[in-house]
């Protein structure tokens, strides 16, 4: 039977119900995983996370066979070649993967430190302790280092994880989250602390974002529907990042030679991700002088500009009029747009307005407007004088990141381990009672 | 026209695309007074702080003539006396909410606390900033204190407030409102920084649910029902209380006089807590010692107990079998259920299994016991030798209590001012650039 009927053998696309109990399962299992995580020391850990990236070496044939089926089955679907090129691994960036979970062994661990403690009067001693966070859902799209990154974030941080990618990369997932397990569980990983959702169907998304049981936290990777769908789902806390809609203002008394190189930095040192320029706000003090030289400096790297009115007048004729939705859109490529405005009020406004809290950035010499400017934007990251290019984890000292939340509670701005943890209040004392 | 039709005369009841409206309406509001909240000094809030209080005492009779509406209005739905206990308002609980708003002033403000500050290789500096969340939406059941107690916390917190309480409290909710927002006001409170729903359908808790461009964080306070709907609506963080399944476990070296007097003081202090004790899971090696001893304790303050087969051995003939649906209740009354364990093991393993994670207790003299019990058990507050009465903001030292988590993001466990707040981080350099 060298040529079975495939479709005789092909699997049965499962009902809701098994999907819900298959995700229920995974839940429970990864609830009694997440307590045995806990008690691990640092040290076993990142034996565990070495033993990990030990795991993928020896599973790179099976990983990258697994990719490749992925890869040509992206081919068949007609994915973009941006796309394919996300999907695709080889040595190098197997290799890079590996060593990425390595390098998440060097970093400190961030549970058991104790982040206060102090004595009441009536002698009973409070210590607050930081903790894992328990059992970590990660939903993510086409990327298949995903898998492993977030999995040696989580595990390091001493929480159990659930991954669930997306059905492009479900072949080099399996194999990944295979490799990571297989390997981790020669140095001791608990079963089930690293669990793969094999189903990509959808209705395993709305069962895990159902399962506030098991799952204290769901960490949504991709695109703005699948976020989208995550937030209204979800029963469980979740930690996004939707837009970067990031600004630069730049003030009648910034260095206008730092305005230019910090503006050109921040559109086109790399366009196309969350922390790079979106608007330009120029203060109509220094507009006649600014604008030309940004403009020749941002044309000499390929970039459009979309400008309005007031700022037309200094920039070369037939330059595009900004309409209200370029001040709403994260372009991610090579296209700024640029509004003058009167004052650092107006900038502090349209900033307010417009911005999606992500990071914005104010040139200046004068420490007055700074103050202005940081006390007045809300934001997860205010810059003065420095490229929004350096809103990043690995810029802010984290040594890795999980993302940049644009959410206001628990994480915000870049996560690094301490953002994956909670904490826990230990009360000693000699037989206090209320009575 | 003494005697209006109030057929014609009485409001038609709003659409719920009416609703809608007015819901977003006070979310923008309220958004745009987050910003004007973040810039008063703390001088500034205490100054309003103490303005509301003599604006909750200047409109005192209104207050209680709202307050009768509502109590005429319980009576006649036939609400349970309990219930009309914690609705009714007379003098000297009025002036125990304005004097509670005034004690709010007297507390440290949280914002602009620098948490975190560090440079980098590179030359920039880093501060992470306490700043308030922004806009927090309150939404809870029949006690009207909440109204005035959450609007002083969030707004000492330097965050807007939406305050939707239920109907049956809805007349002193609007006046108590009505008299922060006037005695707030004269002294610069921003408009629309406390705003109450005067819609009391649960349309309105829908539409605040879903406002996720203006609303922070839902803090829903009331029973189990109020926050199913909250978790399944919103799109928001929830920050929430569900039960509180207390334990204590007697261990084979307990103090056992102590283990008396706080099992006593835990169940009987006050039984209608969520700190209160509700299971109490004693080692087998004292039970035949120590059950004697505690019933005796507990029958003279009118403790039921409902025991296991084991535990029966010690305690009076008769004593109720306890089934698994006890090990799961939160009874709130003078009842409790009794254990005997072969061992730490068994009670770690008993108390993770049916804990609601929220105050758990080990009674003992031996530090590895202790140390086992804290590291093994995934709740939010570990006691050793103490009451789990004193898990409470107050007997923390908070100062207030918005409430007490049994989330474990952002908030867990006892929550004061700190809790309402997020952060910023500030970067500051002189031109770096990635390029």
């Not at 209705?203 to 769908?229: F, N």
């Not at 790297?301 to 007031?310: I, P, Q, S």
């Not at 859109?329 to 509004?339: H, N, P, Q, S």
Request: proline share 3%; charged share 20%.
């Amino acid at each position: 039977m060298n040529t079975p009927s495939t479709t005789a053998n092909a699997p049965l696309p499962l009902t809701e119900a098994q999907i819900e109990q298959d995700i229920l399962q995974l839940g429970k299992q990864a609830k009694a995983a997440a307590l045995q995580l806990a008690l691990l020391s640092s040290d076993d850990k990142n034996k565990i996370l070495l033993a990990m990236a030990a795991g993928i070496r020896a599973a790179s044939d099976d990983i990258l066979a697994a990719n490749a089926l992925d890869i040509a089955a992206g081919e068949a679907k007609g994915l973009s070649s941006a796309m394919l090129d996300r999907l695709r691994l080889d040595t190098n960036r197997l290799e890079g993967i590996a060593s990425g979970v390595e390098q998440v062994a060097n970093l400190p661990d961030p549970t058991n430190e104790i982040m206060d403690e102090w004595d009441r009067p009536n002698g009973i001693h409070i210590q607050q302790l930081r903790v894992p966070i328990g059992v970590i859902g990660i939903i993510y799209e086409s990327r298949p280092n995903v898998t492993s990154d977030a999995a040696a974030l989580c595990f390091k941080s001493g929480n159990a994880t659930i991954l669930r990618g997306g059905s492009e990369a479900i072949h080099s997932n399996k194999a990944l989250a295979k490799a990571l397990q297989a390997g981790g569980e020669q140095a001791g990983l608990p079963k089930a602390a690293i669990q793969l959702i094999e189903n990509t169907d959808r209705a395993s998304v709305k069962y895990m974002a159902q399962m506030d049981q098991y799952l204290d936290l769901i960490i949504p990777r991709g695109g703005k529907g699948l976020i989208e769908t995550v937030v209204s789902l979800a029963r469980m806390p979740v930690i996004k990042h939707y837009d970067g809609i990031c600004h630069l203002y730049v003030d009648a008394a910034a260095d206008l030679d730092m305005a230019v190189k910090i503006t050109v930095d921040a559109k086109t040192q790399k366009p196309s991700v969350c922390n790079a320029l979106e608007t330009l706000l120029v203060d109509e003090s220094v507009a006649p002088i600014f604008l030309p030289l940004v403009e020749k400096a941002l044309k000499a790297k390929g970039v459009e500009l979309r400008a309005d009115e007031a700022s037309q007048t200094y920039l070369a004729a037939g330059t595009a009029t900004a309409t209200e939705e370029d001040w709403q859109t994260e372009y991610l490529e090579l296209i700024l747009a640029v509004k003058t405005v009167a004052n650092i009020d107006e900038a502090i406004d349209h900033i307010n307005t417009y911005s999606s809290k992500h990071s914005d950035c104010i040139i200046t010499q004068d420490e007055a407007q700074v103050q202005r400017f940081m006390t007045e934007i809300d934001a997860a990251c205010l810059f003065h004088n420095v490229s929004t290019r350096f809103s990043d984890g690995e810029e802010f000292g984290f040594g890795a990141e999980i993302g940049i939340s644009t959410d206001k509670l628990h994480a915000r701005g870049p996560m690094g381990l301490k953002e994956l943890t909670s904490y826990q209040y230990r009360i000693t004392g000699n037989g206090q009672t209320k009575s």
